[in-house]
């Protein structure tokens, strides 16, 4: 089955980088995009961005713009998020998502990496 | 882009029906037809209920219905089940952009 599975909990100190794995099995890894949402603590969901897997072409949202890059690998199906100049308000979970025909068609989601940032 | 407007709660009885709704611009949810819904239950991740306004998944029960009309989006839940409390949310594209709503707590009494 479809199955998207992310790297552990991390805690950075303001102005560190964080790098989010997500790694994919079950499909294609280069047939589906892969976006990113992230959802802070008792807050909604707010998406990021994507990233095209077969070509690495991405588009960021324009809050995250300058400060967000998505890579991937895929001689291991696995994509990456990385956040730079961390704050206190980018503490929050990323969910990675297979992303379908639709533009906000996200299915399945990853299980969610918290991130915390804090001195 | 501001988020989609969502009523923060919504109620109801087992078996009873309710509706959720989510409000955009011309600009989103009016201008396509791409709205999607997430269900999220507590410490879980969300999972896709309604796409492209209207379509369900394979495996989503046919309780749930979505439609627009205008600017404004809705998800229909009949025959409430105790399962189906958890937080929902809207989502559009926006052009270049995906935007979601607030989330609406859905309470089973």
């Known amino acids: 089955q479809v199955q998207l599975v992310q790297s552990g909990a991390e805690v950075k100190k303001p102005g560190a980088s964080v790098k989010v794995s997500c790694k994919t099995s079950g499909y294609t890894f280069t047939g589906y995009y892969i976006h990113w949402v992230r959802q802070a603590p008792g807050h909604g969901l707010e998406w990021m961005g994507w990233?095209?897997?077969?070509?690495?072409?991405?588009t960021y949202a324009q809050n995250f713009q300058g400060w967000v890059t998505m890579t991937r690998d895929t001689s291991i199906s696995t994509a990456y998020m990385e956040l730079s100049r961390l704050k206190s308000d980018d503490t929050a979970v990323y969910y990675c998502?297979?992303?379908?025909?639709?533009?906000?068609?996200?299915?399945?989601w990853g299980q969610g990496t918290l991130v915390t940032v804090s001195s | 882009q501001s988020a989609l407007t969502q009523p923060r709660s919504v109620s109801g009885s087992p078996g009873q029906s309710v509706t959720i709704s989510c409000t955009g611009t011309s600009s989103d949810v009016g201008g396509y037809n791409y709205v999607s819904w997430y269900q999220q239950h507590p410490g879980k991740a969300p999972k896709l209920m309604i796409y492209d306004v209207s379509k369900r998944p394979s495996g989503v029960p046919d309780r749930f219905s979505g439609s627009k009309s205008g600017n404004t989006a809705s998800l229909t839940i009949s025959g409430l089940q105790a399962e189906d409390e958890a937080d929902y949310y809207c989502c559009s594209y926006a052009g270049t952009n995906v935007i979601f709503g607030g989330g609406t707590k859905l309470t089973v009494l």
């Open positions: 990233i095209n897997p077969n070509s690495g072409g991405t």
């Open positions: 998502a297979r992303g379908g025909g639709s533009p906000n068609w996200f299915d399945p």
